[in-house]
């Protein structure tokens, strides 16, 4: 396990070595002034420039230029933002908690949903309902998301007027940001309107949730059901049948835990996916998101803001990605021995 | 033992739909108070700052003016007649050279978490605010740019000669001239009244900068919360000196996109939506109201009469009697703006609804060509402006249909056009034969059409794009500025517009219209007669099978349908 640990930390320190390598080189090919591009400061008087210029040591050569850089990201310098001259470390902080919050509950929602329509597919495999299930997991994986979010906020926000179209809460309820989840802050301030703002807050998530969770959710489908058929043709499955096991314990008790350990492995992997379209899906649903902030900054040319929350993006599912490892490893001990990067 | 049975179940059937019912009711009850007391209206842009003075942006005098400050005297009623506000009364003499205003005595400022203000307003507020825009070496004058553009373009500095203390109610405003628009820029939304206690307050802690940041007024409203690009909350100001707002909370919900302001509205998350697209679908829907006001300004057609042909009296005439202006309308502005009788909007009280129009005359254009020595036609230029604005949102489109239409008296017409700043330096340095642009007045007074478009001095200065210059226009002019009475003032408006006419400097095509749309349970004017809104008077009811639709807020503004 120690060796597992190592070789993750390793592998985790070069990527974020080759990714800050890469904002690093985005200053320099972004039009603009690097040292502005590096620190966001456009207002930056000669003084400024001067100190800036210091302070990024760019009179040096490139690798000490590139040091100084990643010294002022490891000390939570991104720059400020071109756009909004505040801090890109206090925006992240802020918008990127939001983004996890809707990530989160879609990851749950297309798990809930998916694993279970796979393993009944699998189950049933070659009949009506297996055949049923994977058409549906292919259009609903076929469907673009920005599409499906447009028909969804047409139909469930303007035609049945059930579901709320934009933002984490009614404006009309004030909550005290303390960790950026909603769910955690209301559940912590202290307004008279507490429990509304929790029903108004989960009204709002549901239809970007859903809307994000289903291309996840078609491919939980798919991958469940092949590790089901897979489990259910093992000779310890066979074994247990022929000892005379019913059917549900069979399923519930040996195929669905073996099963479930292959589809974790894909979570992480999942995530990545999930953030993606998340994306796009906040800038559908004016969610107060990372994704809505940087497809903001890319229309505004807020370089420093581009660069800097590329690298915190990146880095957060990098993180996600070690740690679903390690919790596939936790719970499959054969894995630990497999010591290379998968 | 069945019947016991039966009993339970329906005592247990009963509890848990009266316990259901219950949360669901009380739910239902808070939700619907909390929205019922506040308005949320989705606006379309973020202010640059909270105090009016120092910007003249529509998107800052929304969010700050009518709902933060109050002015000394403000403009009320059909007939837009100054009316008292933060001066109860006010005095001119009889040269109109001194001003003399009689402050009310019972104005409370806001307390808010950053200030708590210890006194009502007095004179030394109002001086505070005036001297803040008008001495250079004010405490505040350099806070925030030191920019007070709508002050700088009615030349409030050179006017004003120097602003009296009498006592701590009493305020005199010593003129070096007499003006007539004096009041009537007082009565704008930018003359707002700023904390003086504020002030000093501010200058201790030296954070002097807060003073346009973190508001504080007198108005109905008093700001909680902004967050650029995303909200402005407003709480009620519960002290106000006349009867409180009517909603507690007033949130602006920022949605510079406008299908996305659409979407909300639709979906009701918010109450009242700024400009608005769509008009024809909120139109058909009955629980959507849509609104218009016509805004001052003007969209027209220029002439650049120092060039020829358009030296010719005869030939302006010509060419403006060969225009289908209704056609214009109808395509550019899709029918939702008032076509223009002459430079002055009807919303304006100097409108004089007499003043004769031109109109729409082929035949009649090309025999005035033909008088003119022109009976073969000419090929002219025609430069429209490359941005859109209010008053002509596509003038490109414009110059095509008005050359489809001079082609027909046999006058040929290039269409040029520039990228913006370079498209008005060209035209001040009148290059062009014709042009298409427009003005937005800054203050209801109707001087603020007739001087800057078309006088001899601002022909020297650049803005005058038509080059015209009258010596009795002028004279008119300056006989107008001079009176206080308001019907002589009416009179000689309208002579000028006659003279404009007649001369036909300009053709002017249309006023276009502001729109605001809202859910028919919000009830009260918003929409102001001059551009900005007010939420004072708003209120929810929900009183649905009162089906009627709010009509607008008053006789200039329709419901379009």
């Known amino acids: 396990m120690l060796t597992f640990t190592l070789r993750r930390l390793a592998l985790f320190l070069f990527t974020m070595m080759v990714l800050t390598l890469l904002s690093f080189s985005l200053s320099f090919l972004f039009p603009g002034d690097t040292v502005i591009n590096h620190s966001g400061q456009i207002n930056a008087t000669a003084t400024d420039l001067a100190k800036l210029n ?59 949903v998916g694993i279970p329509l796979g393993f009944i597919a699998a189950i049933n495999h070659n009949k009506t309902s297996d055949n049923a299930i994977l058409s549906f997991a292919m259009i609903g994986y076929s469907i673009p998301v920005f599409w499906l979010g447009l028909l969804a906020i047409l139909l469930f926000s303007i035609g049945l007027g059930w579901l709320p179209s934009s933002g984490k809460i009614s404006l009309l309820f004030e909550i005290e940001f303390v960790t950026g989840i909603q769910f955690i802050d209301i559940l912590l301030s202290d307004s008279p309107y507490k429990w509304q703002a929790f029903n108004n807050a989960s009204a709002h998530i549901i239809l970007p949730a859903c809307v994000i969770a289903l291309a996840p959710a078609t491919i939980f489908i798919r991958l469940s059901r092949a590790a089901m058929i897979e489990v259910l043709a093992t000779s310890y499955i066979r074994a247990a049948r022929a000892k005379g096991l019913n059917f549900r314990q069979i399923i519930f008790r040996h195929a669905i835990r073996n099963a479930l350990i292959q589809i974790i492995r894909h979570v992480g992997l999942q995530f990545a996916n999930l953030v993606t379209l998340a994306m796009v899906t906040e800038v559908i649903f004016s969610w107060p998101g990372i994704g809505r902030w940087l497809i903001e900054s890319i229309s505004q040319r807020d370089y420093t803001a581009i660069q800097s929350g590329l690298l915190a993006l990146s880095c957060f599912i990098f993180i996600v990605h070690i740690l679903t490892d390690f919790i596939y490893a936790a719970l499959n001990p054969l894995a630990r021995g497999n010591n290379h990067g998968s | ?54 910007s003249t942006s529509g998107t800052t005098s929304d969010a700050s003016a009518k709902q933060l400050y109050n002015s000394l005297i403000v403009y009320k009623g059909n007939k837009n007649t100054l009316a008292p506000s933060l001066a109860s009364s006010w005095h001119v003499t009889r040269d109109g050279k001194k001003i003399t205003f009689y402050l009310r005595q019972d104005v409370n400022f806001h307390q808010t978490s950053y200030f708590t203000p210890t006194r009502k307003l007095n004179a030394d507020d109002v001086l505070f605010s005036f001297n803040r825009i008008l001495d250079k070496d004010h405490a505040f004058h350099q806070i925030s ?3 007070y553009s709508f002050f700088q373009s009615v030349k409030f500095s050179e006017l004003v000669e120097k602003i009296e203390k009498i006592n701590d109610f009493t305020i005199r405003f010593i003129l070096k001239r007499n003006d007539s628009s004096f009041l009537a820029n007082l009565a704008t939304d930018y003359a707002v009244i700023l904390s003086e206690e504020y002030g ?19 108005g109905p409203f008093k700001l909680q919360d902004y967050r650029v690009g995303s909200l402005i909350r407003f709480y009620r100001h519960d002290e106000y000196w006349q009867e409180k ?40 829907r009955s629980d959507l109201t849509l609104e218009s006001i016509t805004s001052l300004n003007v969209g027209y057609f220029g002439f650049n009469t120092q060039k020829a042909p358009f030296d010719n009296k005869l030939v302006r005439q010509a060419i403006s009697l060969a225009i289908n202006k209704q056609a214009l309308i109808d395509t550019i502005y899709q029918g939702q703006a008032a076509r223009a009788k002459s430079i002055l909007p009807e919303t304006s009280w100097a409108y004089d609804s007499e003043t004769p129009e031109l109109g729409y005359d082929p035949v009649r254009a090309k025999s005035l060509l033909e008088v003119a020595g022109y009976a073969q036609g000419f090929t002219m230029d025609i430069w429209a402006m490359p941005v859109q604005r209010a008053y002509n949102p596509s003038a490109v489109t414009m110059a095509k249909l008005i050359q489809a239409d001079l082609k027909k008296i046999g006058v040929k017409v290039k269409i040029i056009t520039y990228e913006w700043s370079t498209f008005l330096r060209r035209l001040s340095m009148g290059e062009h034969q014709s042009f298409l642009l427009g003005w937005t007045a800054d203050h209801p007074d109707p001087d603020n059409f007739f001087t800057p478009m078309l006088s001899c001095t601002s022909r020297e200065k650049g803005s005058n794009r038509t080059f015209w210059c009258n010596k009795e226009y002028d004279e008119l002019l300056k006989k107008a500025l001079t009176t206080t009475n308001m019907s002589k003032r009416k009179g000689y408006y309208a002579q000028a517009m006659t003279i404009i006419n007649e001369e036909m400097p300009l053709l002017a095509i249309a006023h276009s219209k502001r729109f605001q749309a809202r859910g028919t349970d919000v009830k009260g004017d918003i929409l102001e007669n001059f551009g900005g809104i007010s939420f004072y008077d708003v209120y929810k009811s929900n009183n649905v099978s009162n089906t009627n639709k709010v009509m607008a807020p008053n006789k200039k503004a329709k419901v379009i349908d």
């Open chain 1, 54 to 112: 210091e302070a990024y040591q760019m009179d040096k050569n490139i690798f000490r230029q590139y040091s100084a850089y990643l010294q002022h990201i490891i000390n939570g310098d991104f720059g400020q933002s071109m756009a909004s001259q505040s801090p890109i470390s206090n925006e992240i902080i802020e918008l990127l908690p939001a983004t996890i919050e809707l990530s989160l509950v879609a990851l749950l929602i297309a798990m809930l």
């Open chain 2, 1 to 54: 033992m069945a019947v016991s049975m039966m009993n339970f179940k329906f005592i247990h059937f009963l509890t848990v739909a009266a316990l259901i019912s219950s949360i669901m009711g009380c739910n239902e009850g808070d939700i619907s108070s909390l929205s019922e007391r506040s308005i949320i209206y989705c606006s379309e842009g973020s202010p640059e700052t909270f105090n009016p003075q120092l």
């Open chain 2, 145 to 147: 740019g030191g920019q």
């Open chain 2, 200 to 218: 000093q307050q501010l200058t201790t802690q030296d954070k002097q900068h807060e003073i346009d940041i973190l508001p504080i007024g007198t």
């Open chain 2, 245 to 284: 707002a009517k909603i507690e909370q007033l949130v602006y919900d920022i949605s510079p996109n406008k299908s996305n302001r659409l979407t909300k509205l639709l979906a009701k998350e918010c109450d009242v939506s700024s400009y608005p697209i769509a008009h024809t679908t909120i139109a058909e």
